[in-house]
């Protein structure tokens, strides 16, 4: 049993649409097809801000306004400052680009081997299956390609990125993303996890995805006897907030973690969302009760138009340093920096090495008290200043 006073207060059901029947609100074609997509629609709902509501005018030239009833529904409207609400309502802002911002803030298109096929890590791939989300983030990071409202005119194509990875044998781990994967077919989606499975070299297989956090209802059961027929198939949600852990998500983490599909998440750290320590204790701990476990915890991309959205990293270190050793282990996610250019994601943490000398190593725990430990057996070790790690006497 969930325990449902930890869920969303304020969460009334089908809120704004309490007037449409159950079973269409379930339906997650219903859902499609009845998004929030027009600055009209939004306003019928809640009380734009003038910078709300020219983002909404301008949004069609950079990254599609879409948001799906059930997770329109999630924005308290008395609150201007909701943290649903930023995430998924344009601002003016987003029209403007501050000097660091880039339209390919971490470098795709460098390492993009094929179409649809970026292949930056020697044993693994990212391969962009379709350029259509269920709902659009207003930081995404690939919103120069993402629901076509740029000139980028990305054509998701399965045979030649198939092809890619079959003739390169190094490539043991293949993660589909987009737009997001569970939006296609279930005809498609097992034709590509089929095909996937298939290549020999390919050990690992993963999804990203927000369907369950924008659009549950298309976890049907249907869609999880095909994640559990190409199995294990690991996925990759993406939560932000512990307003977005409503009852529908863990039913929805449930039906996946039935059909054997470990769940990770990938929160991003954004101002006026989850920056800070409280609103990420209590996402992480929902998510371990949803059987999902943190994983990554993003510093924001340097994508055009998000100097609004995005927070100094020591506020990241900070909250990261508030979670390791106050809370389950398993509760902790990663803080990366995906390195703008192409570099990859970088591990970013907070300094438990007070000092390193050539006796021993001096390390602060998670409440500041410092302890000694000696390095291998009493032996000097050097570190090489090249770059190489250091042994593993003092690692994990
Ligand atoms: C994030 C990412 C991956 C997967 O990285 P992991 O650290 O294994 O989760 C692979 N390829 C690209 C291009 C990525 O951005």
Redesign the pocket.
């Known amino acids: 049993m969930y325990p449902q006073d930890k869920l969303s207060q304020w969460y009334q059901g089908q809120g704004h649409w309490a007037d449409v029947p159950e079973a269409d609100w379930k339906n997650w074609k219903w859902q499609l097809k009845n998004r929030i997509s027009r600055v009209e629609q939004v306003e019928q709902y809640l009380k734009l801000s003038p910078e709300e509501r020219q983002g909404c005018y301008f949004s069609g030239s950079k990254l599609a306004l879409s948001v799906t009833p059930y997770f329109f529904n999630l924005i308290d409207p008395n609150d201007p400052d909701d943290p649903i609400r930023r995430q998924v309502i344009p601002r003016s802002e987003e029209m403007e680009t501050a000097p660091e911002e880039l339209l390919d803030p971490?470098g795709?298109e460098g390492?993009m081997a094929e179409k649809g096929i970026?292949?930056?890590?020697p044993d693994?791939?990212?391969f962009l299956v379709t350029d259509r989300c269920a709902s659009y983030c207003r930081y995404c990071t690939r919103s120069r390609l993402v629901s076509n409202a740029q000139d980028y005119n990305f054509h998701p194509e399965f045979e030649s990125g198939l092809k890619y990875i079959e003739s390169h044998p190094e490539i043991r781990?293949v993660?589909l993303s987009g737009g997001d994967p569970l939006l296609l077919s279930e005809r498609k989606l097992d034709y590509l996890l089929g095909r996937l499975r298939a290549i020999p070299h390919v050990e690992f297989i993963r999804i990203g995805s927000r369907i369950p956090v924008f659009l549950p209802q298309r976890i049907t059961p249907e869609l999880c006897e095909i994640l559990k027929k190409h199995g294990p198939i690991w996925m990759?949600i993406h939560v932000n907030h512990p307003n977005e852990c409503t009852e529908e998500l863990r039913a929805a983490t449930e039906r996946l973690s039935f059909a054997g599909v470990p769940l990770g998440n990938q929160s991003v750290l954004l101002k006026g969302v989850n920056d800070d320590l409280q609103t990420m204790k209590q996402l992480v701990h929902r998510l371990l009760m949803m059987r999902v476990r943190p994983?990554?915890l993003y510093q924001c991309d340097l994508i055009t138009g998000s100097a609004h959205l995005r927070t100094d990293v020591r506020k990241g270190i900070e909250i990261i340093r508030g979670l390791r050793g106050h809370t389950t282990g398993y509760a902790v996610p990663q803080y990366v920096i995906?390195a703008p250019g192409g570099g990859?994601?970088v591990p970013i943490n907070p300094e438990y090495i007070q000092e390193l000398n050539d006796d021993e190593v001096v390390i602060r725990n998670f409440e500041g008290k410092i302890y000694r430990y000696p390095l291998v057996n009493g032996v000097p070790m050097a570190i090489s200043a090249s770059g190489d790690e250091p042994g593993g006497a003092f690692c994990g």
């Open positions: 971490v795709e390492s970026v292949h930056r890590y693994r791939v990212l781990d993660l990759s994983y990554y995906d990859g994601k």
